[in-house]
């Protein structure tokens, strides 16, 4: 009896999907993960689309991300009142007027936590990016230049890895006492890259000495060209999770930040609105929505990042894909 296993000859299945499946001139198509390689082109973007929604982690995570974003986008279009705009009742209950009730400075609190979505989605992609792309940097030029240079750059890295970031934070916010958000974005980057980047340099001193790497020196390619084309762009996955790990505390920092009065309270942010309702008081009073839903925001919002991080690594790594049961083998006669 000859037993075909699924996704054989007689079970074909997609690229990208089930089992390996032969492709056009040799190798075979990844089981659900990302394409090697990076990304590039019309079908990468379908095998990552297809990875995204066969990881349950990955479609909730891409969802809240989505959905946040598009309010981000669009405050005006869901809530219809100024959000600073002291013109109603002091510390309203909840209404069909005001969904969430108003502060008690007469405030919407549902208008203040749609156009508060805004700052704090800014912040995360903003320091998400320029904290890896830093890290990205010095890390990788750390591994490949070697010498005094991997010195000095591990030396910065190290120093910053040894001091607890929150409470530098503090300090340094401290001095910049009603910090805008883009003042925010650079205080947090500042020391959010390190952890990153010494990743990222363990990475690739895995791969310095590696035959491509060797044959781009011989071609004589400068070692800019080699960092930026040879190197990077085989730690896709590595940078997709560095950055989604420092979205994730930069909304945290962030909100943090401003909860203990050292961002802009004149800024409507969710951590802004923690810190005006602690400040008023807001349980003792009955207002416990103000402090509430911002509060939820904040978690929903990290928990998003979270997730996606949590499934790039399902994705990139086989090892921690969650065990399926077996299909059943169809046993066909000789």
Request: some cysteine; glycine content about 12%.
């Amino acid at each position: 009896m000859a037993t075909l296993a699924p996704g054989g000859p007689g079970s074909p299945s997609e690229p990208g999907q089930g089992t390996p499946t032969a492709m056009p001139g040799g190798g075979v198509w990844p089981t659900g993960g990302l394409p090697e390689g990076g990304f590039s082109g019309v079908r990468s973007l379908r095998r990552m689309r297809r990875a995204i929604t066969s990881n349950g982690k990955a479609t909730v995570g891409t969802g809240l991300l989505a959905l946040f974003c598009l309010v981000a986008i669009f405050p005006g279009v869901i809530a219809h009142d100024n959000p600073s705009a002291e013109i109603y009742g002091r510390a309203l209950g909840p209404s069909g007027q005001h969904l969430l009730g108003t502060t008690a400075f007469g405030q919407d609190i549902f208008a203040q936590v749609i156009y508060g979505t805004r700052p704090v989605i800014l912040i995360a992609f903003g320091v998400g990016l320029s904290a890896t792309v830093i890290a990205m940097l010095i890390g990788v030029a750390a591994a490949y230049l070697g010498g005094a240079w991997d010195g000095v750059l591990s030396l910065i890295t190290d120093v910053l890895l040894v001091i607890p970031a929150f409470p530098l934070l503090i300090v340094i916010a401290s001095y910049l006492h009603g910090a805008s958000t883009a003042v925010l974005i650079a205080v947090v980057t500042a020391v959010s890259w390190s952890y990153t980047a010494r990743q990222l340099r363990a990475q690739a001193l895995s791969l310095r000495n590696r035959d491509f790497l060797e044959a781009a020196r011989v071609r004589g390619e400068r070692s800019l060209y080699i960092i930026l084309v040879e190197i990077i762009p085989t730690m896709t996955s590595l940078l997709m999770a560095s950055f989604l790990t420092n979205a994730l505390y930069a909304v945290l920092f962030s909100s943090g930040l401003q909860f203990i009065g050292l961002g802009n309270p004149n800024t409507v942010s969710w951590g802004t609105m923690l810190y005006w309702a602690e400040n008023n008081e807001a349980f003792q009073t009955g207002q416990a929505l103000w402090i509430i839903v911002p509060g939820l925001c904040i978690v929903a919002l990290g928990a998003g990042f979270a997730l996606l991080n949590y499934a790039f690594d399902e994705i990139g790594n086989p090892a921690l894909r969650p065990v399926k049961s077996m299909r059943r083998k169809r046993v066909l006669p000789r």
